[in-house]
């Protein structure tokens, strides 16, 4: 069967020596961090031959760019366009097996909406992915609306990547907390804060009625809906149209007609029965979250999901096949 994953990370050290040292230096330096880096900076070799060797027929890569957020608004536009460059570059040899995600110049607004435009153009990307706030800003903030704007006119979708937490955040919910310093790291990021956060993301796109001003904007969230399933009838209720929010529809056919969820880094199937019976067979994307995931994990875990042929394809590649354009 084809299979389509589309939380898929690289990071190129050639770029990332770049960033200001600050920018960088405070995540990702426990141990297990530092062995991934190798399989982060690789496209063709280990990454190549591990897709082959589990089934996965294309991959969706996108940046890993904890610090790229960090660059001033003038350094960021440069940035983006070297990486796209060489993103576009390295999978240029392995059309039918690699795709991307753009990185784009997030605090720079206009100049990311153009070059979202070149890199869908010139090198067929599939959308962009954006980490977390940016400038302590989520994108219901006006001030990102060239973005969003050119995204829906050019029918590509955002995904929305969780990100390191403003200092503020941070100092409130996730500091004094274990024994070891990096601790901070499970709590406010891939053990429950990231998830929370782009949960909030998507629900003040919601409430400050972006998906209405964007009808045709498509949103992608990854890690299963981050917890947004779990919440559904909870929050519909609580972000019902007219209640104090800006948006028109309710939250269930809001997030049926523009959101849809991956599985990245979710292997088990309380959580999957949970998104089906929620989003649905149709806004639920099959992802790994390699090299953060194995592709070992994610392939085992679509093999225990017992669903008919046609629904499995669907969340294997029909539905990213359609969204993403890819076939
Ligand atoms: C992720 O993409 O989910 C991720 C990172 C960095 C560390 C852990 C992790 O980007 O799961
Ligand atoms: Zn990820």
């Known amino acids: 069967m084809r299979i389509v994953t589309l939380e898929e990370h690289v990071s190129f050290p050639e770029l990332t020596s ?22 982060l900076a690789d496209v063709t070799g280990e990454r190549l031959k591990s897709m082959d060797d589990n089934g996965i027929s294309m991959q969706v890569i996108s ?11 003038e350094q960021a536009p440069e940035f983006s366009t070297r990486y ?12 039918d097996r690699f795709k991307a995600f753009a990185l784009l110049p997030v605090s720079a607004p206009l100049a ?6 070149r890199v869908v153009r010139d090198y ?27 995204a829906e006119r050019l029918d590509v979708p955002l995904y929305l990547h969780p990100g390191l937490p403003p200092k503020s955040v941070a100092d409130a919910y996730y500091s004094n907390v274990g024994t070891l310093p990096g601790f901070f790291e499970p709590l406010a990021c891939y053990g429950w804060g990231w998830h929370s956060e782009t949960a909030i993301h998507v629900l003040r796109l919601l409430a400050g009625g972006i998906f209405d001003q964007y009808p045709k904007l498509k949103i992608i969230i990854g890690h299963m809906g981050e917890m947004l399933p779990m919440m559904m009838a909870r929050s519909e209720r609580a972000f019902k149209p007219g209640n104090g929010g800006a948006n028109q529809r309710t939250l269930t056919d809001t997030f049926k007609q523009q959101l849809y969820i991956t599985t990245s880094g979710f292997f088990t199937l309380p959580p999957f029965k949970l998104a089906m019976d929620t989003f649905g067979e149709d806004n639920i994307m099959f992802s790994v979250d390699y090299p953060f995931s194995t592709n070992e994990m994610g392939i085992d875990f679509l093999k225990q999901i017992d669903l008919p042929e046609e629904k499995i394809r669907k969340i294997a590649h029909g539905n990213a096949d359609r969204i993403l354009k890819l076939v």
């Open 18 to 39: 770049l960033l200001p040292s600050g920018a960088v230096a405070s995540f990702g330096q426990s141990p297990a961090m530092q062995q991934i880096k190798p399989k």
């Open 63 to 73: 940046v890993d760019s904890l610090g790229a957020n960090m660059l001033t608004r």
């Open 124 to 150: 067929g990307f599939c959308g962009a992915m954006i980490r977390g706030v940016t400038d302590e800003l989520f994108l219901d903030n006006p001030m990102f609306a060239p973005i969003l704007e050119r």
């Open 84 to 95: 796209n460059d060489v993103i576009a570059n390295k999978i240029a040899g392995h059309p």
């Open 112 to 117: 990311a909406a153009d070059e979202l435009e």
